[in-house]
């Protein structure tokens, strides 16, 4: 037997097949980390013109929730020294936790997303997109988005944004103005972006053409974003670049490093796919892992099975993604009821796993219990290597992901 080792929380996972199987790996190129982190974050920051923003009296930063792996340390006290030097004083500086759609983090889990000298010095708070009085409606964009923005964020002088860019399912790239833009908006906003992700050009690694991102871009513009800093990490989340400055700069030079990083040329479909999200905090619940599966998914033949290894130790993690999930009838009757309903946060997550998984045999492997996994229309796995042997035949061709969160696969012409 050879062992491909794939992450599995903030552990490692031992996937065992015969040495005859035919396997690919597909994952993110390798890439070193910057052999100077301190000179390439300071040397970044230096495309930060604070001259451009005069009579600037408070500062707000949106930086990214507990789901996403951005390395708030090595970040955040250079940016913040160099506020505090331009004479910014820290009780007129807020970070604000941007979740977006996601529950509002709680004052004793800011450690788990800034380090503690920084939340004993400064205001740290997290965003609520169900607090109305928190949000101020700034306009509509040209595809009818609604903006409401954090009361906070878009009442203060200079607004700066902090983050990664990375590939996403739907908007093409993370990072430049998403994480305010969507980070700090209220529901009705999320919603009407996120409307738009059955577009066809709303895909994996498309930025220019793709409608559900350039609503982003627009609702960036309209909230007025100074300055982003954002990273690109290796598949050890290893920072290997640092792009800051204007947000629109950011993603066009952000972007080609990125997806020489990311996107990865295959020669086929394949009849077994094993993925893994990338381990925590991709694989923190099935609400974030689902997104290997539908990358998983783009390289898998039609009626190829796929194995998500995902640890989901909060369980779904969305609670309409869960009732859709437990009380339809079916996979097939999520889509149809998708269709019927129109899209609703959460219920579009069930809908997407159902449209990954649906006419495919699919297996969980992860530590939720198994009825539950069953009582979700799904698949539990509970012996890995029994599994593997019971479906592996010598002619199969199996693809392994192991960070398939943050994989761009491309099939050859």
Request: charged residues 20%; aromatic residues 6%; glycine residues 6%.
């Amino acid at each position: 037997m050879t062992a491909y080792t794939i992450p599995y929380g903030k552990k490692t996972l031992n996937i065992n097949l015969p040495q005859t199987a035919n396997v690919d790996v597909i994952a993110p190129k390798q890439a070193p980390p910057v052999s100077d982190l301190k000179e390439c974050v300071a040397s970044a920051l230096e495309s930060i013109n604070l001259e451009t923003i005069s009579n600037a009296k408070s500062v707000a930063i949106a930086i990214n929730d507990k789901t996403r792996p951005v390395p708030h340390q090595h970040l955040l006290p250079p940016l913040l020294k160099i506020l505090e030097l331009r004479g910014f004083q820290p009780q007129a500086i807020t970070l604000i936790i941007a979740t977006g759609a996601h529950p509002p983090m709680k004052a004793d889990e800011f450690s788990n997303v800034v380090p503690r000298e920084i939340s004993s010095r400064y205001r740290v708070i997290s965003h609520d997109c169900d607090e109305a009085a928190n949000l101020v409606h700034l306009g509509t964009t040209a595809i009818d988005t609604p903006v409401w923005v954090n009361r906070i964020y878009i009442e203060s002088d200079l607004r700066i944004v902090v983050g990664n860019i990375e590939p996403h399912q739907f908007q093409g790239f993370s990072g430049g103005v998403k994480s305010a833009a969507i980070g700090l908006a209220g529901r009705e906003t999320i919603k009407a972006n996120h409307a738009w992700m059955s577009d066809p050009q709303a895909r994996l690694g498309e930025y220019k053409h793709n409608p559900v991102r350039q609503d982003v871009e627009e609702i960036g513009t309209l909230i007025g974003i100074h300055f982003a800093v954002n990273v690109i990490l290796n598949a050890e989340k290893e920072i290997v670049h640092v792009v800051a400055g204007d947000p629109n700069n950011v993603m066009s030079e952000g972007i080609p490093l990125a997806r020489q990083i990311y996107q990865v040329e295959v020669n086929n479909l394949y009849d077994l796919v094993i993925a893994s999200p990338g381990g925590h905090p991709k694989d923190i619940n099935l609400y974030q892992a689902q997104k290997a599966l539908a990358h998983a998914a783009l390289v898998t033949r039609p009626g190829g099975t796929i194995i998500l290894a995902a640890l989901c130790p909060q369980g779904i993690g969305e609670e309409r993604c869960e009732s859709w999930l437990s009380d339809t009838p079916s996979l097939e009757a999520i889509l149809e009821r998708f269709r019927r309903e129109g899209f609703h946060l959460g219920s579009h997550k069930a809908y997407q796993i159902a449209r990954d998984v649906a006419k495919r045999p699919f297996y969980l492997y992860s530590d939720m219990p198994p009825a539950q996994v069953e009582g979700l229309h799904l698949n539990p796995v509970k012996n890995l290597d029994s599994l593997i042997v019971k479906i592996f035949t010598p002619e199969k061709q199996i693809a392994i992901m192991p960070y398939a969160n943050a994989t761009i696969p491309r099939i050859k012409e």
